[in-house]
């Protein structure tokens, strides 16, 4: 089940998803793949947080408001930066998320990371599945339950990264249009996490 919803869950497109395309096309499937395994990684660690930590987390409220903020103002900056980018690119340059020597791994970990809003989607898939007693309250079925989140979450990315690319070849899209969807992602997906902070508090 968490396998499933952790998929569904990656496939709208999002900063996550198209980036684990952009490094397929630009660096090959293999660092794409790092990409996406720190990304699960991460959202692994989220989900334990709602199945055992919330207690935690609520204690801690400010922490994750502050980090839902910088999350608007980064991807709003990333976004702004795509743009200028694609306004300059005379060449086929790499994007600007990627222009950089960070492993795609640690990558990976800092985008997940910088996506708090996977602490409430777990928290109430969780809260839901175990009100229900679709999920007991167990270790083992906790560990099950998150591993099978992070293998939904890398299937959803691996069909970014091989169909995206196939899609992308498909069409001969040059790496300047691949920059300004990027900018409209981030931006896209900045305005929606504003939305979230001042209008529906998640903590």
């Not at 869950?9 to 952009?22: C, H, R, V």
């Not at 903020?69 to 086929?92: D, P, Y």
């Not at 996977?118 to 999920?135: E, G, Y």
């Amino acid at each position: 089940m968490a396998c499933l919803i952790s998929f569904l869950g990656q496939l709208p497109l999002g900063n996550m998803s198209f980036t684990a395309t952009q490094i397929c096309i630009q660096e090959g499937a293999k660092k794409a793949w790092m990409y996406a395994i720190g990304v699960a990684i991460v959202e692994m660690l989220y989900l334990r947080f709602a199945l055992t930590g919330m207690d935690w987390v609520v204690q801690h409220r400010s922490w994750f408001v502050a980090l839902g903020w910088i999350t608007v103002l980064l991807f709003l900056v990333l976004g702004m930066l795509a743009f200028i980018s694609a306004r300059k690119q005379k060449k086929e340059e790499r994007s600007v998320i990627l222009d950089n020597q960070l492993h795609r791994f640690l990558l990976g970990l800092t985008m997940s990371a910088l996506n708090p809003v996977q602490i409430p989607f777990w928290f109430l898939w969780t809260s839901t599945m175990i009100q229900t007693r679709v999920l007991p309250v167990t270790a083992p079925a906790f560990h099950v339950f998150t591993m099978g989140a992070g293998l939904g979450t890398i299937a959803g990315l691996a069909l970014y990264i091989h169909g995206g690319n196939w899609l992308v070849k498909r069409n001969n899209t040059s790496n300047k249009t691949l920059n300004q969807i990027m900018g409209v992602i981030f931006i896209i997906t900045a305005l929606i996490q504003l939305y979230r902070m001042l209008y529906k508090p998640w903590i």
